[in-house]
């Protein structure tokens, strides 16, 4: 499966705009909605990459495999949840601990280029020969 970088990045912007959001208001909502964003994304079925495709009709110039990104989405919905579960339990330390590290991660990615959870996906793969 293959993946278009231009609707990665657009939605590791969204993402951040969203985390940003809920650092800000403590959004308990806006927070569950992203962590269905982040499922979604890790099965590939990313509704801002349908934002994207729905606004950008020019084909990619590239493309790239689309696992890291998954396992990405994965890390993401990790951190979002265990953020949503720090609100939902008043722990608010956890909560914003687990939000910034997700905000930090989609900001290198839409600021950069960056994808941190692709990163660690590679790492993954090199330690575990199994996971190839």
Request: glycine content about 10%; charged content about 10%; overall charge positive.
């Amino acid at each position: 499966m293959q993946a278009d970088p231009r609707a990665l990045r657009f939605g590791a912007g969204v993402t951040t705009v969203v985390l940003a959001i809920v650092l800000v208001t403590g959004s308990v909502w806006l927070l569950a909605a992203q962590v269905v964003v982040f499922a979604l994304g890790v099965f590939g079925v990313s509704p801002y990459g349908m934002i994207f495709k729905g606004i950008v009709k020019s084909p990619p110039k590239e493309l790239e495999d689309a696992a890291p990104p998954r396992f990405a989405q994965g890390v993401g919905f990790t951190f979002a949840l265990v953020g949503l579960v720090g609100y939902v339990t008043q722990t608010t330390p956890l909560a914003l601990g687990a939000i910034a590290a997700a905000l930090f991660a989609a900001f290198l990615n839409a600021a950069f280029g960056f994808c941190l959870g692709c990163e660690m996906y590679l790492i993954v793969r090199r330690l575990l020969p199994a996971a190839r």
